[in-house]
Nanobody, 124 residues
Framework: QVQLVESGGGVVQAGGSLRLRCATS????????MGWFRQAPGMEREFVAA????????IYGESVKGRFTMSGDNATNTLVLQMNSLKPEDTAVYYC?????????????????WGRGTQVTVSS
């Protein structure tokens, strides 16, 4: 069994920063990519960022580009998401996910493994 566990969520004022972390445990997997998604109440799940381990390429969703920075460790399949200049519209549950198939790294439906999420709340 593979487990992805997110940590680092919390409440922060607009303009502040938070650092999320995703740790992998359990059965060893060799994911093609890992990423972050978020979902606000009543909204669809949104792509935040993802990394493909084969080339280390990182892509970001348009709404977070320039404010969020993702890094990762392929050896341990861990991710860190540094979130700066946070806005109230960044409020959501943030999920870590991993996929083994190639391509479509922006599509949440293509990810096989998911964490339970961590709440991020940005107050105005």
């Amino acid at each position: 069994q593979v487990q992805l566990v997110e940590s680092g969520g919390g409440v922060v004022q607009a303009g502040g920063s938070l650092r999320l972390r995703c740790a992998t445990s359990g059965r060893t997997i060799s994911p093609y990519a890992m990423g972050w998604f978020r979902q606000a109440p009543g909204m669809e799940r949104e792509f935040v960022a993802a990394i493909t381990w084969s080339d280390g390429d990182i892509i970001y969703g348009e709404s977070v580009k320039g404010r969020f920075t993702m890094s990762g460790d392929n050896a341990t399949n861990t991710l860190v998401l540094q979130m700066n200049s946070l806005k109230p519209e960044d409020t959501a549950v943030y999920y870590c996910a991993a996929k083994r198939s190639r391509g479509f790294i922006r599509l949440g439906t293509m990810y096989m493994y998911w964490g339970r999420g961590t709440q991020v709340t940005v107050s105005s």
